[in-house]
């Protein structure tokens, strides 16, 4: 999106401050667990990051039950800044991704916050080629900014050296490797 459409900083949150994300509610733990149950085949345990988690502990909460010592991160819920200094054996970024305003940027933060081997668990809704941009409801959501397909997902592979484990439908698994640009 370009940046003269973008929403304020108020009214981004205030979108945000819509959404109902309770750990409680079984479908929005069904939607989280579509990333975090295909993660929990490649990393048990460790030092996480629930990065972009808004409002709602529910990411962190199902870690936690799971093993995971996690910390929580978001620019606007839970600014914590420190916690970008540190690395994790997982980050985890549920429909963050399409809020990044500079993805470059925001992916080579990632790359840094992953210690060599740590895994980066992502979902974003993938655009296909037959998909028109103008009628896709995904994009016509103002706090989506940045827009991905398959092409951007083997991108981000290559680009930073990671090895993609899973790519599917929405859910996207990479492990950090030795190689690539921070």
């Given at each position: 999106?370009?940046?003269?459409?973008?929403?304020?900083?108020?009214?981004?949150?205030?979108?945000?401050?819509?959404?109902?994300?309770?750990?409680?509610?079984?479908?929005?733990?069904?939607?989280?667990?579509?990333?975090?149950?295909?993660?929990?085949?490649?990393?048990?345990?460790?030092?996480?990051?629930?990065?972009?988690?808004?409002?709602?502990?529910?990411?962190?909460?199902?870690?936690?039950q799971?093993?995971?010592?996690?910390?929580?991160?978001?620019?606007?819920?839970?600014?914590?800044?420190?916690?970008?200094q540190?690395?994790?054996?997982?980050?985890?970024?549920?429909?963050?991704?399409?809020?990044?305003?500079?993805?470059?940027?925001?992916?080579?933060?990632?790359?840094?916050?992953?210690?060599?081997?740590?895994w980066?668990?992502?979902s974003?809704?993938?655009?296909?080629?037959?998909?028109?941009?103008?009628t896709?409801?995904?994009?016509?959501?103002?706090?989506?900014?940045?827009?991905?397909?398959?092409?951007?997902?083997?991108?981000?592979?290559g680009?930073?050296?990671?090895?993609?484990?899973?790519?599917?439908?929405?859910?996207?698994?990479?492990?950090?490797?030795?190689?690539?640009?921070?």
């Amino acid at each position: 999106m370009h940046p003269d459409d973008r929403l304020s900083l108020e009214d981004e949150r205030k979108r945000y401050e819509l959404h109902r994300n309770d750990s409680r509610d079984r479908g929005y733990r069904t939607h989280l667990l579509k990333v975090l149950d295909p993660l929990r085949d490649y990393i048990s345990k460790g030092v996480a990051l629930d990065f972009g988690c808004g409002q709602s502990p529910a990411t962190s909460e199902i870690l936690q039950q799971r093993g995971f010592t996690v910390f929580r991160y978001d620019p606007i819920f839970a600014p914590d800044e420190a916690l970008l200094q540190h690395m994790y054996d997982c980050v985890v970024c549920i429909e963050v991704a399409e809020h990044f305003f500079s993805p470059k940027r925001e992916f080579s933060a990632l790359y840094r916050l992953l210690k060599p081997g740590g895994w980066l668990a992502m979902s974003t809704k993938l655009r296909t080629p037959d998909q028109e941009i103008e009628t896709w409801w995904y994009a016509k959501d103002p706090t989506h900014v940045s827009l991905y397909g398959r092409e951007t997902v083997d991108w981000i592979e290559g680009a930073w050296g990671w090895k993609l484990f899973l790519s599917s439908g929405d859910v996207h698994l990479f492990q950090k490797g030795h190689l690539g640009m921070a």
